[in-house]
């Protein structure tokens, strides 16, 4: 069975200051790896995916089958990042989310 | 191109009631997915479907919920009886294919059972 894990719910971050997600994933087979944002007020929405090696919004996240991981990272924090934040692994036909984290930016 | 469509925005019902929502995915996309939300969790796929079949619903409680998409369109998803427990937001996604390129989601349906 696939599982995602987003070990934080909370994460501060001040604004200008590097960000960094962590997902970790587990599944048997190669999974595509999704990241959803959710803003306040709307709704989720997809951010990025692995396939595409994309940058959007100057997110990244690497694909790492080692460590089993898909980490969101942002150099530098803008108060508009302020959202919730899901990874998402697609195994099969299968989509899986993980618990989500809450990022909060300081002005 | 216009959203996946959801209805009702909210919804508050007594337990043992029951209740029904209905989804109108983008134009053209053949997948349709129900996602359980509940507060503090991850969403959940209730069930998924290609056109009109069924291809996962592992996770539905089918003594209480039940999906149908007749026309390979638009889709309704019903509780009956519903529980407390089901207080949760209900949201609907589709997607061109199998889902590769992500999911587009609506803007959920939120019930509270009391």
């Known amino acids: 069975a696939q599982r995602v894990t987003q070990p934080e719910k909370l994460l501060s971050v001040f604004k200008g200051a590097p960000v960094e997600l962590k997902c970790n994933y587990s599944?048997?087979?190669?999974?595509?790896l999704f990241w959803y944002v959710q803003y306040s007020r709307q709704r989720l929405q997809l951010l990025l995916r692995?396939?595409s090696r994309e940058s959007i919004k100057g997110f990244t996240a690497d694909l790492n089958k080692g460590e089993t991981s898909f980490h969101l990272k942002k150099p530098f924090a803008q108060e508009e990042d302020s959202a919730m934040y899901y990874c998402?692994?697609?195994?099969?036909?299968?989509?899986?989310f993980g618990t989500g984290t809450r990022l909060t930016i300081i002005p | 191109e216009a959203g996946v469509a959801q209805s009702p925005r909210y919804k508050i019902i007594e337990k043992r009631q029951s209740v029904a929502f209905w989804c109108n995915p983008i134009?053209?996309?053949?997948?349709l997915y129900w996602y359980q939300q509940i507060l503090g969790q991850g969403p959940k796929l209730l069930i998924q479907?290609?056109?009109?079949?069924?291809v996962d619903d592992s996770q539905l409680p089918k003594d209480r919920f039940s999906a149908e998409r007749l026309k390979g369109v638009d889709s309704t998803l019903k509780i009956q009886p519903a529980k407390l427990e089901d207080s949760a937001v209900y949201l609907c996604?589709?997607?061109w294919g199998q889902g590769r390129y992500g999911y587009t989601f609506g803007s959920g349906t939120r019930l509270t059972v009391v």
């Open positions: 479907f290609q056109n009109n079949g069924v």
């Open positions: 134009s053209g996309h053949a997948t």
């Open positions: 599944y048997s087979g190669s999974p595509e």
């Open positions: 692995h396939i």
């Open positions: 998402a692994s697609r195994g099969g036909e299968k989509l899986t």
């Open positions: 996604a589709s997607s």
